[in-house]
């Protein structure tokens, strides 16, 4: 059997030209392009078991929020235009 990760605090900031990544008490520091290579793998790994562990949804609940939108569909565009589709509240 694995082991997986138990609840603990993850982090990830910028210190300088590098990015810090921590995880419990484990920091890792990387330049900005092996960052950007492993969160490529963390997402293609992550769909593949999301996918085996049978959850077909595609919705994310949020990513950020977003202020001084109106709801409409072509600001929504300018902010995310390759965004395939989205969820926003407006408030």
Not at 3 to 30: F, N, S, Y
Not at 50 to 60: F, I, P, V, Y
Not at 63 to 90: I, N, Q
């Amino acid at each position: 059997m694995s082991k997986v990760l138990k609840p603990q605090k993850v982090a990830v900031d910028i210190d300088g030209p590098l990015i810090r990544l921590t995880i419990g008490d484990l920091e890792v520091r990387m330049e900005y392009e092996t960052a950007l290579k492993v969160s490529q793998w963390l997402r293609v790994r992550g769909k593949q078991a999301k996918r085996l562990a049978g959850d077909a949804s595609r919705h994310w609940s949020s990513v950020g929020v977003l202020d001084g939108l109106t709801g409409d569909p072509k600001d929504l565009e300018k902010l995310l235009p390759r965004a395939a589709s989205f969820d926003v509240d407006v408030k």
